[in-house]
């Protein structure tokens, strides 16, 4: 009898308690046993993911990405339409309510990086492996099975897209099953949009946006990627910056010479390429280039936004390990707010246990050109253009120099260029961003961080030209999570935030 009584004052005070939710939304205590319970219950489902390699220039691979995520959220109750792109499909998850607020579009990336076998201290890069760090700062694999028996919020899951960005993908999952729980509906539709190619530039994404315009139209886009303020704590951020990239390839003699011979008479590629290359910036960091800085302009207002974000510039450095900065901006978050002008790879010869005694035919730069909102990417690119002009450059128009150009010219280059992405920026006390503070508030009980813009670049802005949406990040990974890196990882106490972070987000209702 005692134990009977027990059972229906239980059953008795979680339909209070469900009361409560629907009167007064969730309280912080319900949101961390909601989350707690549910991220725990999703561990399974996060390693399921992760065990599905996701390169996008594999389309078997694609294709059980795709199929993965589809059968995720139609078990939700979605509806899932494939969305032809003339490349990988994008996947649209859609869901409704009765009398809804807003609509609310979702931007989640499904896909990865490449990975290096060589490079992974575990079975392969699509192994998720829990790992523990020990007394001399290394990491030390765990069986799998500890993950709920010994759960721990700074142990830490590796693979590959841990972090960017299946990590997020599941943890909405997890909130999407721990709201049902709690019988509490979003009061605003959902639309989920899956990119399976982000990290090859989103090629097809821009003319996919306008050509499904209507089943993507929403009210706001919220995208769930990225790694949180280096301090760990909540973080909200309103922009990020563009891409766009150049492959400049300097050409020296027809084939390899012995530098024993011809040393001194054939002019060297890889140094060529190395005196243009130092041309365009000075020893301070910044472009040289002139007119590459015009259009940016920082106001008081803008400083003391960028000021109340909590950076450590001590700290920082000494994390990346760098005893001095660039001067593009006075601190981080200033010069974030520039374009920059990166050298991302270079090759030349052969070096290691390849190494040979030769001059080089050719030498290779790929550089990545990071854009803010002020920028035209094609004025930008126009300018590095014309400053390898400026310095005595011919620029072939084919793959290969042709013998006349070799005999003509003396300094050849072959200059390509594309842009993937233009920046975007949401006003900071905008309705979008007021409603996620609101929620990360009531979920963490401190209000957000809020960054103006992120130094890395998403494919976002075809969504906010093309629907005429603001569009805001809500990051949630650990900072240190090695994102394009061997060696991804994200750490638990991060996924179980990240859920609570998005169980606030579904649970909170816009302001009339």
Same mark, same amino acid.
């Given at each position: 009898?005692?134990?009977?009584?027990?059972?229906?004052?239980?059953?008795?005070?979680?339909?209070?308690?469900?009361?409560?939710?629907?009167?007064?939304?969730?309280?912080?205590?319900?949101?961390?046993?909601?989350?707690?319970?549910?991220?725990?219950?999703?561990?399974?489902?996060?390693?399921?993911?992760?065990?599905?390699?996701?390169?996008?220039?594999?389309?078997?691979?694609?294709?059980?990405?795709?199929?993965?995520?589809?059968?995720?959220?139609?078990?939700?109750?979605?509806?899932?339409?494939?969305?032809?792109?003339?490349?990988?499909?994008?996947?649209?998850?859609?869901?409704?309510?009765?009398?809804?607020?807003?609509?609310?579009?979702?931007?989640?990336?499904?896909?990865?990086?490449?990975?290096?076998?060589?490079?992974?201290?575990?079975?392969?890069?699509?192994?998720?492996?829990?790992?523990?760090?020990?007394?001399?700062?290394?990491?030390?694999?765990?069986?799998?099975?500890?993950?709920?028996?010994?759960?721990?919020?700074?142990?830490?899951?590796?693979?590959?897209?841990?972090?960017?960005?299946?990590?997020?993908?599941?943890?909405?999952?997890?909130?999407?099953?721990?709201?049902?729980?709690?019988?509490?509906?979003?009061?605003?539709?959902?639309?989920?949009?899956?990119?399976?190619?982000?990290?090859?530039?989103?090629?097809?994404?821009?003319?996919?946006?306008?050509?499904?315009?209507?089943?993507?139209?929403?009210?706001?886009?919220?995208?769930?990627?990225?790694?949180?303020?280096?301090?760990?704590?909540?973080?909200?951020?309103?922009?990020?910056?563009?891409?766009?990239?150049?492959?400049?390839?300097?050409?020296?003699?027809?084939?390899?010479?012995?530098?024993?011979?011809?040393?001194?008479?054939?002019? *060297?590629?890889?140094? %060529? /390429?190395?005196? !243009?290359?130092?041309?365009?910036?000075? #020893?301070? @960091?910044?472009?040289? =280039?002139? &007119?590459?800085?015009?259009?940016?302009?920082?106001?008081?207002?803008?400083?003391?936004?960028?000021?109340?974000?909590?950076?450590?510039?001590?700290?920082?450095?000494?994390?990346?390990?760098?005893?001095?900065?660039?001067?593009?901006?006075?601190?981080?978050?200033?010069?974030?707010?520039?374009?920059?002008?990166?050298?991302?790879?270079?090759?030349?010869?052969?070096?290691?246990?390849?190494?040979?005694?030769?001059?080089?035919?050719?030498?290779?730069?790929?550089?990545?050109?990071?854009?803010?909102?002020? *920028?035209?990417?094609? %004025? /930008?690119?126009? !300018?590095?253009?014309?400053?390898?002009? #400026?310095? @005595?450059?011919?620029? =072939?128009? &084919?793959?290969?120099?042709?013998?006349?150009?070799?005999?003509?010219?003396?300094?050849?280059?072959?200059?390509?260029?594309?842009?993937?992405?233009?920046?975007?920026?949401?006003?900071?006390?905008?309705?979008?961003?007021?409603?996620?503070?609101?929620?990360?508030?009531?979920?963490?009980?401190?209000?957000?961080?809020?960054?103006?813009?992120?130094?890395?670049?998403?494919?976002?802005?075809?969504?906010?030209?093309?629907?005429?949406?603001?569009?805001?990040?809500?990051?949630?990974?650990?900072?240190?999570? *090695?994102?394009?890196?061997?060696?991804?990882?994200?750490?638990?106490?991060?996924?179980? #935030?990240?859920?609570?972070?998005? =169980?606030?987000?579904?649970?909170?209702?816009?302001?009339?």
């Amino acid at each position: 009898m005692k134990t009977t009584l027990s059972c229906l004052c239980l059953l008795l005070t979680f339909s209070l308690s469900a009361q409560q939710v629907g009167r007064e939304g969730l309280s912080n205590d319900q949101l961390s046993q909601l989350a707690d319970k549910h991220a725990k219950a999703s561990f399974e489902e996060l390693k399921a993911l992760l065990s599905i390699p996701n390169d996008a220039l594999f389309p078997e691979d694609v294709e059980k990405n795709v199929q993965w995520c589809e059968k995720a959220f139609q078990a939700r109750s979605f509806t899932t339409t494939r969305l032809e792109t003339g490349g990988p499909p994008l996947l649209l998850a859609e869901r409704k309510v009765n009398n809804p607020q807003k609509t609310v579009l979702i931007y989640l990336q499904i896909d990865g990086q490449p990975t290096d076998s060589t490079k992974w201290f575990q079975e392969t890069a699509f192994t998720p492996t829990l790992k523990e760090r020990d007394s001399q700062g290394n990491w030390k694999s765990l069986d799998w099975d500890k993950i709920h028996s010994a759960y721990d919020p700074d142990l830490r899951v590796f693979a590959r897209s841990a972090s960017d960005a299946k990590g997020p993908v599941v943890m909405l999952l997890a909130a999407l099953d721990a709201i049902k729980e709690v019988n509490i509906n979003p009061s605003y539709n959902i639309k989920i949009i899956m990119d399976f190619e982000e990290e090859l530039g989103s090629p097809h994404l821009p003319p996919a946006v306008t050509v499904h315009k209507e089943a993507l139209a929403s009210d706001m886009l919220v995208i769930f990627d990225g790694p949180l303020h280096i301090s760990n704590k909540p973080t909200i951020k309103f922009g990020a910056r563009g891409i766009s990239e150049i492959t400049l390839t300097v050409y020296g003699p027809r084939a390899p010479q012995h530098s024993g011979h011809y040393g001194n008479y054939a002019p *060297n590629p890889a140094f %060529r /390429l190395s005196q !243009l290359l130092a041309s365009m910036k000075g #020893d301070d @960091g910044r472009v040289t =280039i002139p &007119g590459f800085y015009n259009g940016i302009s920082l106001d008081e207002d803008t400083k003391k936004i960028m000021r109340a974000v909590p950076d450590d510039e001590n700290d920082i450095q000494q994390k990346i390990g760098i005893a001095d900065t660039d001067k593009v901006g006075s601190n981080y978050q200033e010069a974030i707010q520039y374009p920059s002008l990166n050298i991302r790879g270079m090759a030349s010869g052969w070096v290691g246990t390849k190494k040979r005694t030769i001059v080089p035919s050719d030498a290779t730069a790929e550089i990545d050109v990071r854009l803010v909102k002020e *920028n035209d990417p094609e %004025r /930008l690119l126009g !300018l590095i253009r014309q400053h390898v002009i #400026d310095q @005595g450059y011919h620029i =072939i128009a &084919g793959d290969e120099p042709t013998e006349q150009e070799r005999m003509t010219y003396s300094k050849l280059v072959k200059f390509e260029s594309s842009t993937s992405y233009l920046a975007f920026r949401t006003p900071i006390n905008s309705p979008t961003g007021n409603w996620l503070s609101g929620a990360i508030k009531r979920a963490h009980g401190v209000d957000p961080i809020k960054v103006r813009t992120s130094g890395g670049s998403i494919p976002i802005s075809p969504f906010v030209t093309t629907l005429g949406i603001p569009a805001v990040s809500v990051p949630t990974v650990n900072i240190d999570n *090695n994102q394009h890196s061997p060696n991804e990882n994200i750490r638990l106490g991060n996924y179980v #935030d990240g859920v609570k972070t998005m =169980i606030a987000i579904l649970a909170e209702r816009f302001k009339d």
